[in-house]
């Protein structure tokens, strides 16, 4: 990813492509005023942006980001939930999902390997039926409605595996962002990685 944002040499200040500073606690972009032409000015990417979001700037995003997909998902499904997970957590975004199988256990799982924190909302009253590497287990009792209470609790949400109809609907009925990752891409980058391709075919007991 190539570099769009910028870092002054202290990491307290973020600015954009245009010069503008993003205020971490209003979560706005403002004009920079007038900076030292001393200060070196570090650039980064969007990830890295996010990550000193979350890690550095004293203002992290405490909303958690969404993440849904089928139960009965393929290989390349699996390993891009993985994948996202991981980046997630590396991030220091939580992560909030159903909380089953397929996708969801595959995210979560990611977000584990990495040290993050993931919720899920599960349909059921009993929390045990949560997957193994959910970090906070909530039973609902309320059935597949909590799927809306996942859209409205996320900043925003990424679909793995979901229908653009179905997407869009998510788009609409919430109002936040919905992503829908390029599995032909992500799948494939991620299945390029022999520890993905095993953890993924593992879930759908192929091994």
């Known amino acids: 990813m190539s570099g769009t944002f910028r870092l002054n040499g202290a990491r307290d200040t973020l600015l954009d492509s245009t010069g503008r500073r993003f205020d971490p606690a209003t979560r706005r972009w403002e004009s920079a005023g007038t900076m030292s032409r001393n200060d070196a000015l570090e650039e980064v990417d969007a990830i890295a942006a996010v990550t000193w979001l979350q890690r550095e700037s004293g203002h992290p995003l405490r909303v958690p980001i969404g993440v849904i997909g089928p139960r009965q998902a393929t290989d390349a499904q699996l390993a891009a939930a993985l994948a996202v997970g991981e980046l997630l957590g590396d991030c220091r975004l939580t992560v909030i999902c159903g909380g089953r199988q397929g996708v969801m256990q595959a995210v979560c799982e990611g977000v ?47 679909a793995i595996g979901v229908s653009r109809l179905r997407s869009a ?39």
């Open 112 to 158: 584990a390997r990495v040290g993050g924190w993931s919720i899920g909302l599960l349909p059921e009253t009993n929390p045990a039926a949560a997957n193994p590497f959910v970090s906070v287990a909530i039973a609902t009792g309320i059935g597949e409605a909590r799927n809306a209470l996942i859209a409205r609790a996320s900043f925003c949400l990424i």
């Open 169 to 207: 609907a998510l788009r609409r009925w919430n109002e936040l962002p919905v992503e829908r990752p390029k599995q032909h891409c992500a799948g494939k980058r991620a299945c390029q990685n022999p520890k993905l391709v095993r953890s993924a075919r593992k879930q759908r007991g192929q091994e």
